[in-house]
């Protein structure tokens, strides 16, 4: 399975099902993002430099944290297994492989945009700076 961002009007909606850290633990608290629509069971997560769905195992590949971006009203995506040092980062010209997992900058092809949806603040719609408000990003 490869994520990819396509047009708008095949959207995806992300589950953002937050899962605190514990009390104890000192940290951000992380989402897991899997596609609302598809009912899989799939989870976007990292492994090395790649991005993709996979089954949902609950792993530090797997925990995102959307933290501060460099643009006002923009987020930037990491995991809990990655740290902040690497980033969610989209490719548009790119055949394959669109989204990657490349050491954080201040690029557009790094700033999200996520917008929260009136379903109990646990859907949100996921778009990048660089490829528009009309792509969002879907996992296949």
């Known amino acids: 399975m490869q994520a990819r961002l396509i047009a708008a009007a095949a959207l995806a909606i992300f589950n953002l099902a937050a899962a605190a850290t514990p009390a104890l633990a000192a940290g951000p608290d992380y989402n897991y993002l899997q596609n609302e629509l598809d009912g899989r069971g ?3 997560g990292t492994s090395g430099d ?4 996979t089954a949902c195992d609950k792993s530090a590949a797997q ?3 959307v933290g ?5 009203g923009f987020s930037k995506l990491h995991t809990m297994a990655g740290g902040a040092a690497a980033c969610l980062t989209v490719h548009p010209g790119a055949p394959k492989n669109v989204l990657s997992w490349d050491s954080c900058g201040k690029a557009d092809n790094q700033q999200w945009y ?3 949806l009136p379903a109990g603040g646990r859907l949100s ?3 990048n ?8 990003l879907e996992a296949v």
Not at 50 to 53: E, F, H, L, S
């Open 125 to 127: 719609r996921l778009t």
């Open 42 to 44: 799939r989870c976007l």
């Open 63 to 65: 925990q995102w944290v």
């Open 114 to 116: 996520v917008e929260r």
């Open 129 to 136: 700076r660089e490829t528009g408000a009309t792509r969002c």
């Open 50 to 53: 790649k991005v993709a769905m």
């Open 68 to 72: 501060q971006g460099d643009i006002p």
